[in-house]
DNA sequence: TGCTATTTGCAATTTAATTGCATTAAATGA
DNA sequence: TCATTTAATGCAATTAAATTGCAAATAGCA
């Protein structure tokens, strides 16, 4: 447990939505901490592995993001067009689709991937 | 409206799942179409540009996919995660959704992108 | 402190996708 | 039909996120 592996794990950890590779450099950079971009990859990917991060990819976007797992059920989340805002919806609406989806296609389901995209209420 | 556009045209027609600009290409040169990669590439965004096709990125893959837009209503997609093949799911359980999210959240609720994986009947 | 296993930084690499540019093919219409 | 314009193509180079090799630095522990 590095200090640098402790800086990205408090910055994920202050942060109410999931964060990029580059906006958790850019982030750490403005708070001094020396690191480089490859470290933060680097470390994502080992908080992932251990299963106190979780890897989130946006259809509207190009890079990864990163969230915490603890305290997060399985959630969704929803994203502003305009701002690029991020916000987390908490309800998750598909657990009961999922016998009908087995029934109609015969595949045994495993997860699913949700996402919602619009403007937010300062955007609007 | 050259031959090898209508050769992409051609081969998303005829396929009932989307598909990636490298398996065209693969399906193309076996089929002795003379193309370049970087020729499907730019059909593929044409086409997408005039509303002929749709561009689908599903969660689990790394390259998009395209497939034709008429006859094929707002639908999503389930893929196995054994051999890959994906299945069109032809219902959206999210309409009914959108107003509850609206409130919830104060967004105005544009789009949603679902996506289902699991297994599918030959490797289960 | 000294030793070992990990982590880090830097440079190079990978892969999907995009762009510049000269060449080729399509399409228009006289 | 043939000349002229317009758009598409092939090849090489580039971009951007992510990954990897390797030597140097650091953490954890005796
Ligand atoms: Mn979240
Ligand atoms: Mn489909
Ligand atoms: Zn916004
Ligand atoms: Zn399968």
Redesign the pocket.
């Known amino acids: ?5 402790q800086a990205v794990l408090g910055l994920l950890e202050s942060t109410k939505y999931p964060l ?3 906006e958790l450099y850019a982030r750490l950079k403005k708070q001094n901490v ?3 971009l ?2 933060v ?3 994502l ?2 908080l992932k592995a251990i299963g106190v991060v979780r890897q989130i990819k946006l259809h509207q976007e ?3 993001r990163y969230e915490m797992e603890e305290g997060r059920e399985h959630h969704h989340h929803i994203r502003c067009k305009s701002c690029g805002k991020i916000e987390d919806l908490l309800l998750c609406p598909l657990k009961k689709l999922t016998a009908l989806i087995e029934q109609e296609t015969r595949f045994l389901v495993g997860d699913h991937s949700l996402e919602f995209s619009g403007w937010c209420p300062k955007c609007q």
């Open positions: 447990m590095t200090r640098t592996r990029s590779p580059s020396a690191i480089d490859v470290t990859y680097r470390n990917h080992a190009e890079q990864f």
